[in-house]
């Protein structure tokens, strides 16, 4: 059972993180936050931080391009969160069988956001040709209401009434249709592949292949030793009751940094050879110097 | 009131403060299928329009007629064109009113790819795997992590316009191949992340371990002695084949991949690893 303030707060988080990400852009708007603040709001921070990491894998190549619309990740990390800690559906299981139907859906809702602030355009129009200032502003800060209803109200709808059908599906799948749980639970392993196609598509692989297989052998190459270090740790501990080192996994903060020593390397080799006029135009030299400024701005 | 044709009014601090304050937190709230961030762009400069040109005058309704007109492009890099387009106002008031529509339709479309493959592709790629690679292990850090590097955004977004007015047009171009630098510096690091990524956060294995003789053929322990990973790695070439297909949307694509996932689990091919 959903309390009614955990409804409350998982509602207005589901308006406030679409404005974020129109907004400020803060991450505060990214599944795997959506799944840390209801998980937190349920009381299993871990579950809620397993679902919003696997549709923040799913989704990481889809961007908002020109304003088209996308699927609805963070809804669906909000309700399938809740719904699996409620009812006691495996987090594994919920991502496919609840967050990814509710986050397709919902670009349904996205789209009727959009329309509707069609109408607030019209009235601005009509507050200029008024002089009206305060008109048009008033008219274009309402155009958040759309943009936040569209989240809040399927939303928590979804939240105050689909508990017990949500309850009696997670009954179903863990007895009598286990083998229909236990594929959602291994389509959900398998989602974040789907991301990483769709980024793959978006990036000049053709191009930067050689760094594609880097990334993937080095991590391949070290999340096995690691794994197996660790593996051999806690065998060793449940032996020996005086060894108590523990073994942590492999830090992808690690391997991020080597990938950014590469785009580091390839970024100097760029500019030097630009800012030395071998390539193209010919007043590219003063130019290289006097930017320094926007340069250390960025990443 | 309105004896100059030129302006004389000097944005100051207190008006980039506040066209930044706009545009941070309010530059698409009005975003719409007719004229997208149109409404947007006039909210975010119409206290400097009603300085420069003065309450109720002709030029005013004019200039804030042209700025309802269709405009979209990155939010992140929006105010670099409202800063050109002030620097121009400014000086020349109504009668550039033709240089500035000019110049928001003709610079909006490059810096929308360009805002759209750094700012919304490829930063959200690589904090996102490193916030959900921690998250998979029940750490919050990693939200925290990206947290901060979007707030490092910010700051860029709110010094911009400050320095695209000052620079105008002039910027566009000593701009552009640093930012072409550095999108191939940040396409590369995304394209190591996402190998990276394959060989780590899809948990899968092959259960199918067929009779040879009297002894089971344990086929996920031979693929490992191959190279580990290779599942995972084949079904990233698989899905990135598929979605080179015709009519295939990312979608389409999810669905596919869930049905087929749980198809070949029932019949006791793959199992979550």
């Known amino acids: ?299 | 009131m309105m004896n100059s044709k030129t302006p004389t009014y000097k944005l100051n601090d207190d008006d980039f403060r506040q066209i930044n304050r706009r545009s941070l937190f309010g530059f698409q709230l009005g975003w719409n299928y007719e004229r997208m961030q149109g409404s947007g762009y006039l909210y975010t400069i119409l206290p400097q329009l009603r300085k420069i040109y003065g309450d109720g005058t002709p030029e005013l309704k004019e200039m804030m007629k042209t700025h309802t007109q269709f405009f979209n492009t990155s939010n992140f890099f929006n105010t670099i064109i409202t800063g050109i387009d002030l620097a121009v106002e400014e000086k020349e008031g109504i009668k550039g009113e033709e240089t500035v529509a000019g110049m928001k339709a003709g610079l909006m479309g490059s810096f929308a790819s360009i805002g759209d493959s750094i700012f919304a592709a490829l930063i959200p790629a690589i904090f996102g795997a490193i916030a959900a690679n921690m998250a998979t292990k029940g750490n919050p850090i990693g939200v925290f992590i990206w947290i901060l590097a979007q707030i490092a955004v910010m700051v860029f977004r709110w010094k911009q316009l400050r320095v695209a007015y000052n620079e105008g047009v002039a910027l566009v171009t000593t701009m552009s191949h640093r930012l072409a630098a550095l999108t191939n510096a940040a396409t590369i690091m995304g394209v190591f992340m996402v190998g990276a990524l394959v060989a780590t956060m899809i948990n899968v294995k092959f259960a199918w371990a067929p009779n040879v003789g009297s002894v089971p053929l344990d086929i996920q322990n031979s693929l490992d002695m191959i190279l580990p990973k290779l599942l995972p790695a084949l079904i990233v070439a698989g899905i990135y084949w598929l979605l080179g297909r015709k009519h295939m949307t990312s979608t389409r694509a999810i669905f596919i991949v869930l049905i087929v996932s749980v198809v070949l689990s029932a019949l006791g091919l793959i199992a979550k690893g």
Do not use: C
Request: glycine share 12%; charged share 10%; hydrophobic share 50%.
């Open chain 1, 1 to 299: 059972m959903i309390a009614w303030w955990q409804i409350a707060i998982l509602t207005l988080y589901a308006g406030y993180q679409i404005l974020d990400e129109l907004q400020i852009y803060s991450a505060m708007s990214s599944p795997v936050f959506a799944g840390l603040v209801t998980g937190l709001v349920m009381g299993d921070m871990r579950a809620g931080l397993l679902i919003g990491a696997s549709m923040q894998l799913t989704v990481l190549g889809v961007g908002t391009f020109g304003g088209a619309s996308r699927i609805d990740a963070n809804s669906g990390t909000i309700l399938a969160t809740a719904f699996s800690i409620s009812s006691g559906m495996k987090p594994a299981a919920a991502v496919a069988a609840i967050a990814v139907p509710v986050a397709s859906i919902m670009i349904q809702t996205d789209i009727l956001a959009r329309f509707a602030n069609t109408f607030f355009a019209h009235k601005i129009d009509k507050m200029v040709d008024e002089y009206n200032y305060k008109g048009i502003e008033r008219y274009f800060i309402a155009g958040a209401l759309p943009w936040a209803l569209s989240r809040m109200i399927p939303v928590g709808l979804a939240l105050a009434f689909g508990g017990g059908f949500v309850a009696n599906l997670a009954r179903v799948l863990n007895t009598s249709w286990k083998w229909l749980g236990d594929g959602l639970a291994t389509a959900g392993a398998v989602l974040p592949a789907v991301g990483f196609a769709i980024l793959l598509h978006y990036l000049p692989v053709k191009k930067h292949f050689a760094y594609l297989i880097l990334g993937f052998t080095v991590t391949m190459l070290f999340s096995t030793v690691f794994g197996n270090i660790q593996t051999l740790g806690t065998a060793v501990a449940g032996v020996a009751k005086t060894f108590t080192t523990s073994f942590n996994g492999l830090s992808m903060l690690a391997i991020a940094l080597i990938g950014f020593a590469f785009a580091a390397i390839a970024y100097q080799q760029s500019t030097a050879t630009n800012a030395g006029g071998g390539s193209g135009s010919s007043d590219k030299k003063p130019a290289a110097d006097e930017k320094g400024e926007i340069e250390d701005d960025e990443l």
